[in-house]
C-alpha cells in the first residue's frame, strides 16, 4: 500500500496474552504479513500476536491467519487468541462483520488456520461472551505427530511435547537447591530456564525458538496444577504476569497424561490449571484458572477443549499504516 489506509483494528489479552486483530480482506494478500507485522512495533504495540480474520463462503467458519513476534512469519496456532476471537465475535463489530447470530444461547464459530480447524463454543449472556471453550482436537492431533519424547538438558529431565518443553519444577529445584522457580521477575531462577533454553535451542531448534511451560502440583487456589510459561522471546518476557497461553494449556495435558499424573482416573474428565503463582508474582486479576475438557484412551489424549478465566478486548477502532 502506497498511500496510508485506515485499517480496522482490535486489542485483546487473555490472561495477559496481549494480541491484536486486523480484518484480511483490507490488505493485499501479498501485503498481509508485512503489514501484520507492523501491529507488534512501536508506536503500536499490538502484542505478541497479530490475527487476520477473513470471510468464507460458509456461515460461521472463518479464516485466521497469525503471526508473532518469535516466528515473524505465518504460525500454526494461537488458542488465547481463539478465546479473545470468541468475545470479540459476540461483543464488538466483528459480529455484524461475520453475521454472527447471538440470539440463541450458545453460538458455533469454526476457525480456519493453515494447520487447524479450531471450533468454538461461545456462551452467550445478556449479549456478552460469558464463556468461550476453544475445541482443540487438531491441534492435539498436530502436537501428537511432532511427537512425545522425554529427553534431559543440563542435568534436568524434560519432556519433548509438539512445540514445548515441559519441565516439573521439582526438577529444576532438585538440580538448583535453594532457587525458587516460581518467580518471574530478574534473578536467578530465569538466568537458569534461559540458558537451559538457549541450550536446548541448539540441541532441539524450534522454528518459534524454544518454549516451555514449567509446571508443578502445588496449588495456591482451586486448581490442581501451576503452569509458568517461559519463553526467551522478549517482548513474551517483558509481559510482568504470568500470561494464559491456550496452546501451552493442551501441551501441559499431553505432559501430564504421558506421566501418569491427570486428577482423574476414567477416560473423561477435567484439569484445572492456575496461571503462575500468586504468591510470588501477585497478579491483579488473582489466581487466574483454565478449564480443561479431556478425554483419553491410555496415557494418550483423544480431545481436548479449554476456557480460560480472563478474556478482555482493550481496545477497538482503527489504525493507519
Known amino acids: ?3 496510508p489506509s485506515s485499517l480496522y483494528y482490535l486489542k485483546g489479552h487473555c490472561g495477559w496474552d496481549v494480541l491484536s486483530l486486523l480484518l484480511a480482506e483490507q490488505i493485499p494478500e501479498a501485503e498481509q504479513l508485512a503489514v501484520a507485522l507492523k501491529m507488534l512495533e512501536f508506536p503500536i504495540g499490538g502484542g505478541i500476536e497479530v490475527g487476520l480474520l477473513g470471510r468464507t463462503t460458509t456461515p460461521n467458519d472463518i479464516r485466521l491467519r497469525i503471526t508473532d513476534t518469535s516466528t515473524r512469519q505465518w504460525t500454526p496456532m494461537c488458542g488465547g487468541m ?4 470468541g468475545k470479540a465475535l459476540v461483543e464488538t463489530q466483528l459480529r455484524d462483520h461475520f453475521g454472527i447470530d447471538i440470539a440463541a444461547p450458545v453460538v458455533k464459530v469454526r476457525l480456519i488456520t493453515n494447520a487447524c480447524v479450531i471450533p468454538l463454543t461461545i ?5 456478552k461472551a460469558a464463556r468461550v471453550t476453544t475445541h482443540m482436537d487438531s491441534y492435539l492431533e498436530l502436537t501428537y505427530s511432532i511427537g512425545v519424547r522425554p529427553f534431559e538438558a543440563l542435568g534436568v529431565p524434560a519432556l519433548d511435547v509438539g512445540e514445548y518443553f515441559l519441565i516439573r519444577v521439582q526438577d529444576l529445584e532438585s538440580a538448583h537447591r535453594g532457587i525458587d522457580f516460581t518467580r518471574r521477575d530478574p534473578g536467578p531462577h530465569l538466568d537458569i530456564v534461559n540458558e537451559w533454553l538457549t541450550h536446548c535451542s541448539e540441541m532441539r531448534p524450534r522454528p518459534a525458538g524454544p518454549l516451555a511451560i514449567l509446571y508443578d502440583d502445588r496449588p495456591e487456589g482451586p486448581g490442581q496444577f501451576r503452569v509458568f ?5 522478549a517482548t513474551a518476557a517483558r509481559i510482568p504476569y504470568e500470561f494464559q497461553c491456550g ?3 493442551v501441551a501441559t495435558a499431553v505432559a501430564l497424561a504421558h506421566s501418569g499424573m491427570l486428577p482423574f482416573a476414567g477416560e473423561r474428565g477435567e484439569l484445572l490449571i492456575e496461571w503462575g503463582s500468586q504468591r510470588t508474582t501477585p497478579d491483579p486479576y488473582g489466581i487466574r484458572l483454565s478449564r480443561v475438557q479431556i478425554a483419553r484412551d491410555g496415557n494418550r489424549l483423544t480431545s481436548a477443549s479449554f476456557s480460560h478465566s480472563s478474556i478482555e478486548i482493550v481496545m477497538e477502532g482503527h489504525v493507519y499504516v
Do not use: K
Not at 82 to 85: A, R, S
Not at 229 to 233: E, K, N, V, Y
Open 229 to 233: 510459561p517461559r519463553f526467551l522471546d
Open 123 to 127: 456462551e452467550v449472556n445478556a449479549g
Open 247 to 249: 496452546t501451552g494449556t
Open 1 to 3: 500500500m502506497t498511500q
Open 82 to 85: 481463539t478465546q479473545v476471537i
